[in-house]
């Protein structure tokens, strides 16, 4: 069975600080992990995705995860946070048959 | 290329009433999935189509059903509406199975209110 857990529904960071955004996941084969963006009123955004090629991901926005197997974890990091920053975040992984997992989302503020 | 569109935006009913969503995804995908967000449950899976059969369907009652069409055009429609049915309608499309490292690509949603 595959899932994922995303600890702390929300995240306070100074603008300029970095973001750290945490998810570890669960999975019975080897997992495929996405991190998506929601801005308010809107669909959810591809962020990054990690599919064994590289255990570090860059993704749009200067965000990357770094995917570790010892720790199960695939967590998100920003050096430094802008207020465009400021959204809903959300780790996923995929399992077989095509269905998604996500977990319940961590609601990042950026103070400026 | 164009990306994955629903229709409609927002939507208000009464309870007891039904309720069609549409969504069209990304030329060639054939896979769409429909999830159910809302503040107190986050994303939560409804069911996926690939090439018109339902391969996947989440724990919800079966007042919320769907289909897709040969076009990979998918429908959902909640009949019976409750209160608690209100929530953004989120569409996902991907290529399909095959590809494991596939994502999802969502459309903007539909915000369904039930008064």
């Known amino acids: 069975a595959q899932s994922v857990t995303q600890l702390g529904s929300h995240v306070s960071v100074s603008e300029g600080a970095l973001v750290l955004l945490r998810c570890n996941y669960s999975?019975?084969?080897?997992?495929?992990l996405f991190w998506y963006v929601q801005y308010p009123n809107q669909g959810l955004q591809l962020l990054l995705k990690y599919t064994s090629a590289a255990t570090l991901v860059k993704g749009i926005n200067g965000f990357e995860a770094e995917f570790k197997k010892s720790e199960t974890s695939f967590h998100l990091t920003k050096p430094s946070a802008h207020m465009s920053d400021a959204a809903e975040y959300f780790c996923a992984v995929r399992g077989t048959g095509n269905q998604f997992y996500f977990g319940t989302g961590t609601s990042l503020t950026v103070i400026p | 290329k164009a990306g994955v569109t629903q229709t409609p935006r927002y939507l208000i009913k009464t309870r007891g009433q039904q309720v069609t969503l549409s969504c069209s995804p990304i030329s060639g995908h054939r896979s769409v999935s429909w999830y159910q967000q809302t503040p107190g449950q986050g994303l939560q899976f409804l069911f996926e189509y690939f090439s018109e059969t339902q391969r996947n369907k989440g724990n919800f009652p079966g007042r919320f059903s769907g289909r897709q069409f040969s076009n990979s055009r998918s429908e959902m429609n909640v009949s019976t509406l409750e209160l608690g049915d209100s929530a953004l309608y989120l569409c996902?499309?991907?290529?399909?199975?095959?590809?494991?490292?596939?994502?999802?690509?969502f459309g903007p949603g539909t915000r369904l209110t039930v008064l």
């Open positions: 999975s019975s084969v080897p997992p495929y």
């Open positions: 996902a499309s991907s290529l399909g199975p095959g590809g494991m490292g596939n994502e999802q690509f």
